[in-house]
């Protein structure tokens, strides 16, 4: 019987092979198709990365009522939008803006709120600073009296935090930063490399008075905190080489600023020196109004911009 069974063995493996045969091109197909998709998707362009900076805007009005005003948005659509909001409101001759357009801005939210910030645009004297979510006051917009700070809290809502900027907060916030930080180049095992020794000394504020080139009371502590890390630096042969460089404001004219903040510097270099540093680690040099760290808009950037910087010296 073993003759009658082989055609039937043989119709069998015919069977199977044809449907192999039927099968392959279907998965070359599937393949190609995956292929396909996949060499599709490659081609696609990237998704852009999402906005990272928050939009601005900073104004300040003269005494005229003339508004002059900084802003950062994140479209063209944005930037007409307050154009044609300040030409409507002051005229186009009427207020100066310097508008620019980033892609990496986020949505100027806070033009949603814009009619009710220009009555403040025309008061003499304000000076306010949009950061984001945040607004700050200064000048005539942070007197109490005309009660602006309420207002804005009323209008833009609980989603931004609105304040007034205050000399003596910042001064006393400064302090308690620098002193918490100091801590750790007073310890015996601090290594006080240069860099660590710049980076701390520069969280302290010296606020000198208007016009003034006399170290200040409200500084003398943080500086004899400071002299005891050079001296330490000193003593352990790492004398840090430092530059004392006093910088100011916009305000006045540039050549008395470059005077004054030479004075200040020499001023601070002084103290220093008094305390113990030793006098040929310390040299002071004055910038006047060059290289701003903030815009001289506000009340809390020229504070920022004035200040003295330590500067590690190359040996």
């Known amino acids: 019987m073993q003759p009658a069974s082989a055609p039937a063995e043989a119709s069998i493996a015919a069977v199977s092979a044809e449907a192999s045969a039927a099968a392959a091109p279907a998965s070359d197909a599937a393949a190609s198709a995956v292929a396909a998709s996949a060499a599709s998707e490659a081609q ?173 009371a409200s500084a003398l502590e943080d500086l004899n905190q400071s002299a005891q890390v050079l001296n330490a630096c000193a003593r352990n042969g790492k004398t840090a080489k430092l530059e004392v460089a006093g910088y100011s404001d916009n305000v006045g004219g540039a050549q008395a600023n470059l005077q004054l903040s030479k004075k200040r510097a020499d001023a601070v270099r002084a103290y220093l020196v008094k305390t113990g540093v030793p006098a040929d680690s310390l040299v002071a040099q004055g910038y006047g109004d060059a290289r701003p760290v903030a815009s001289n808009d506000t009340a809390s950037g020229r504070f920022a911009n004035r200040r003295i910087e330590f500067v590690a010296q190359q040996e």
């Not at 900073?58 to 508004?67: H, I």
């Not at 508008?99 to 801005?105: I, K, P, R």
């Not at 860099?195 to 003034?212: E, R, T, W």
Request: glycine share 6%.
């Open 44 to 216: 696609q362009p990237a998704a852009a990365p999402a906005p990272s900076k928050d939009s601005q805007l900073s104004f300040t009005v003269d005494a005229a009522g003339k508004p002059t005003l900084t802003a950062t948005v994140d479209s063209e659509a944005e930037k007409t939008h307050l154009i044609d909001a300040l030409t409507k409101r002051f005229g186009a001759d009427h207020f100066v803006a310097n508008v620019t357009v980033d892609q990496d801005t986020k949505p100027a939210d806070w033009l949603v709120h814009l009619d009710g910030l220009l009555p403040l645009m025309a008061l003499p004297g304000a000076e306010v600073k949009v950061d984001g979510a945040h607004i700050e006051l200064s000048g005539s917009a942070a007197n109490a009296k005309l009660g602006w700070l309420d207002k804005l809290k009323s209008l833009f809502g609980a989603s931004y935090q609105i304040g007034s900027f205050n000399v003596e907060q910042a001064v006393a916030s400064a302090t308690e930063n620098f002193r918490s930080a100091i801590k750790g180049l007073l310890t015996p095992d601090s290594s006080r490399a240069s860099a660590d020794v710049v980076k701390v000394l520069n969280l302290q504020v010296i606020n000198f008075a208007s016009a003034g080139a006399r170290v200040p």
